[in-house]
């Protein structure tokens, strides 16, 4: 199976900026996601690392260390509305199949006024 | 534009009853296809990957099963729902190697009573 470890729970307030980390362990890595899920919805997609270094999108970042198993997602000038559940998640080859999607158990961010 | 359907949105099944969501995708052809149950406070749980029609893989073993009649098709099944197969349940599709990852539908919310 795949290890993908994150925090359970963050908090912070509006306007700072939170890192939340991610580490995973698996073999045929092809790509780290990360996705915004609001309580009781479908995740959105907010970024996407397959080479190390860091991606940026507006208030959102996303740095990947291949060789060290590890990812982090940066959110900037926090809003209320980014309480959320923030989910890592790995791709990876297995055999012939390409494309599987493995995540980890989400990170529920708590954004205080 | 590519859409996914997914439904019913919620569903109140007694144990012991079968189980059938159907899922569908619009706009792309040959999606990689998914079926993840997520349990309260916890990750998405891949439960079955397909590549093609017929072509179904199953992640972990349990209740459940899942079909590819069609390309764009994903039906997940049980014959005999047990009250662990509460969850909620979602459906996603992706192309290979796409830099968006796997985009999802509503989910299901399942209560086997």
């Known amino acids: 199976g795949q290890n993908i470890d994150q925090p359970t729970e963050m908090t912070a307030t509006e306007g700072a900026i939170v890192q939340i980390n991610c580490t995973y362990q698996?073999?045929?890595?092809?790509?780290l996601f990360w996705y915004q899920q609001h309580a009781g919805e479908a995740p959105t997609f907010l970024s996407y690392?397959?080479?190390?270094g860091l991606e940026e999108k507006g208030r959102f970042s996303s740095f990947l260390s291949r060789s060290k198993g590890y990812s982090y997602l940066l959110l900037k000038e926090l809003q209320m509305k980014d309480s959320a559940s923030y989910l890592c998640?790995?791709?990876?080859?297995?055999?012939?199949?390409?494309?599987?999607?493995?995540f980890g158990r989400g990170t529920q961010l708590t954004v205080w006024p | 534009s590519q859409t996914i359907h997914q439904w019913p949105a919620t569903l109140v099944q007694p144990v012991g009853s079968p189980l059938s969501l159907e899922c569908t995708v619009e706009g792309t052809s040959n999606p990689n296809l998914y079926w993840y149950r997520q349990a309260a406070g916890r990750g998405l749980q891949l439960l079955f990957y397909?590549?093609?029609?017929?072509?179904i893989s199953s992640e972990v073993p349990q209740n459940l099963s899942a079909s590819r009649p069609q390309d764009r098709q994903f039906i997940l099944s049980s014959k005999k729902l047990l009250l662990s197969d509460s969850g909620f349940y979602l459906c996603?599709?992706?192309?290979?190697?796409?830099?968006?990852?796997?985009?999802f539908g509503q989910g299901t919310r399942l209560t086997v009573v």
């Open positions: 397909s590549v093609g029609i017929g072509q």
């Open positions: 698996t073999s045929g890595f092809n790509g």
């Open positions: 998640a790995v791709r990876v080859y297995r055999g012939s199949t390409l494309g599987r999607l493995y």
């Open positions: 996603a599709w992706s192309v290979a190697l796409a830099s968006r990852g796997a985009f």
């Open positions: 690392n397959v080479l190390d």
